[in-house]
């Protein structure tokens, strides 16, 4: 291949799959892939949401597939990667993003509060890739899990999701050893703060937070959904052949900068939720 082949960024004809794709950063990556030509599965809890979600991307002129299904449910994700293959075949991409977040000190949190995020970000993310894997392309398919700066960096009032996204990045790890042989490969992304996004406006709810988070970035920006969207599309493509088992930070240099305080906007996410 000529190293410098743009149409290694053609994806016509190809399946990609993402999980949590029905909003967001993770939605903003399957239109990136509509946009290259592939066909699309959307899985996500609620049917409304896929069903617009799917929409939107036959708008833009592919075929895709919304199917609803909570990732903590086993039998709901294999009979919707079932699903997709019938109709789409291999899984080339898989894309697992459902994450669920909330600004609570541990103390605040309820075993359930905890367990609830483990259980989708983390479990969630272990069916996925455990469920599709029967579906998957191989040699050839590549998996991205879509992690956070949470994963290494240790923040207040976010114990579930340091604790759910360490094991996110492990699980990339483990199964590129295991599944590389296999010629699967599988990495992590991790966003910075991404504007419009609801995981952002959940650590961010005030325009002063939101303020200070840009300024705290070392490009001095808020990323943009098209900046994760790139970098999937760049390890799905042939460009990113060699690259397995890699942590890779799309944040703007956050990830430098050390433990984030979210005092302010743990206190004025209460004074909102307050009745
Ligand atoms: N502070 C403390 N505890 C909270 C909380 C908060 N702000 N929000 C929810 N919880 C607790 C609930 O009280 C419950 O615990 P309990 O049974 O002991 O009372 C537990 O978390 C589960 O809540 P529930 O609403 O039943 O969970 P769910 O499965 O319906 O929803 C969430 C999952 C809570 C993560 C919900 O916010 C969600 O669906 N998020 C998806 C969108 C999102 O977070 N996007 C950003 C991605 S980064
Ligand atoms: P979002 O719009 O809320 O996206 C979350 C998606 O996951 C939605 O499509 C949601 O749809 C789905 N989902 C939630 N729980 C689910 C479950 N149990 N089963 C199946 N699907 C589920 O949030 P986002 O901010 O774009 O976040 C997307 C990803 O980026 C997450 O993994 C997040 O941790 C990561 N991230 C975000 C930021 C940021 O700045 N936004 C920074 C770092 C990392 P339903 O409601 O229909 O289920």
Same mark, same amino acid.
């Given at each position: 291949?000529?190293?410098?082949?743009?149409?290694?960024?053609?994806?016509?004809?190809?399946?990609?799959?993402?999980?949590?794709? #029905?909003?967001?950063?993770?939605?903003?990556?399957?239109?990136?892939?509509?946009?290259?030509?592939?066909?699309?599965?959307?899985?996500?809890?609620?049917?409304?949401?896929?069903?617009?979600?799917?929409?939107?991307?036959?708008? !833009?002129?592919?075929?895709?597939?919304?199917?609803?299904?909570?990732?903590?449910?086993?039998?709901? !994700?294999?009979?919707?990667?079932?699903?997709?293959?019938?109709?789409?075949?291999?899984?080339?991409?898989? $894309?697992?993003? @459902?994450?669920?977040?909330?600004?609570?000190?541990? !103390?605040? &949190?309820?075993?359930?509060?905890?367990?609830?995020?483990?259980?989708?970000? /983390? /479990?969630?993310?272990?069916? $996925?890739?455990?469920?599709?894997?029967?579906?998957?392309?191989?040699?050839?398919?590549?998996?991205?899990?879509?992690?956070?700066?949470?994963a290494?960096?240790?923040? *207040?009032?976010? @114990?579930? $999701?340091c604790a759910?996204k360490a094991g996110?990045d492990m699980?990339?790890?483990?199964?590129?050893?295991?599944?590389?042989?296999?010629?699967?490969?599988?990495?992590?992304? $991790?966003?910075?703060?991404?504007?419009?996004?609801?995981?952002?406006?959940?650590? +961010?709810?005030?325009?002063?937070?939101?303020?200070?988070?840009?300024?705290?970035?070392? !490009?001095?920006?808020?990323?943009?959904?098209?900046?994760?969207?790139?970098? +999937?599309? &760049?390890?799905?493509?042939?460009?990113?052949?060699?690259?397995?088992?890699?942590?890779?930070?799309?944040?703007?240099? /956050?990830?430098?900068?050390?433990?984030?305080?979210?005092?302010? +906007?743990?206190?004025? #996410?209460?004074?909102?939720?307050? *009745?």
């Open positions: 291949m000529n190293t410098m082949d743009f149409s290694a960024f053609d994806f016509s004809g190809r399946h990609v799959a993402v999980a949590g794709g #029905s909003s967001g950063i993770n939605f903003g990556i399957a239109q990136a892939f509509a946009r290259a030509g592939a066909r699309l599965t959307v899985l996500s809890r609620s049917a409304d949401k896929v069903a617009a979600a799917a929409q939107q991307l036959e708008a !833009l002129g592919t075929q895709a597939l919304g199917i609803a299904a909570d990732v903590r449910q086993p039998e709901a !994700l294999e009979r919707a990667f079932a699903q997709g293959a019938e109709r789409f075949g291999p899984i080339d991409v898989l $894309v697992s993003g @459902a994450a669920g977040n909330f600004l609570a000190s541990a !103390l605040d &949190m309820s075993p359930n509060a905890f367990k609830t995020v483990v259980d989708i970000d /983390l /479990l969630g993310s272990f069916n $996925v890739a455990r469920l599709a894997h029967a579906h998957l392309r191989r040699p050839g398919a590549c998996v991205i899990q879509i992690s956070a700066g949470q290494f960096t240790p923040t *207040p009032f976010q @114990a579930h $999701v759910a996110v699980l990339t790890q483990v199964l590129a050893l295991e599944w590389g042989p296999q010629g699967i490969r599988i990495n992590s992304i $991790v966003p910075g703060p991404i504007a419009d996004t609801e995981g952002l406006k959940r650590l +961010a709810p005030t325009g002063d937070t939101m303020a200070a988070m840009a300024q705290r970035v070392p !490009l001095k920006r808020l990323g943009r959904i098209e900046d994760i969207s790139r970098m +999937a599309m &760049m390890l799905a493509s042939d460009w990113g052949s060699y690259i397995t088992g890699a942590i890779i930070p799309v944040d703007g240099g /956050l990830s430098l900068t050390g433990p984030r305080d979210f005092t302010a +906007a743990a206190a004025a #996410s209460k004074r909102e939720s307050a *009745p």
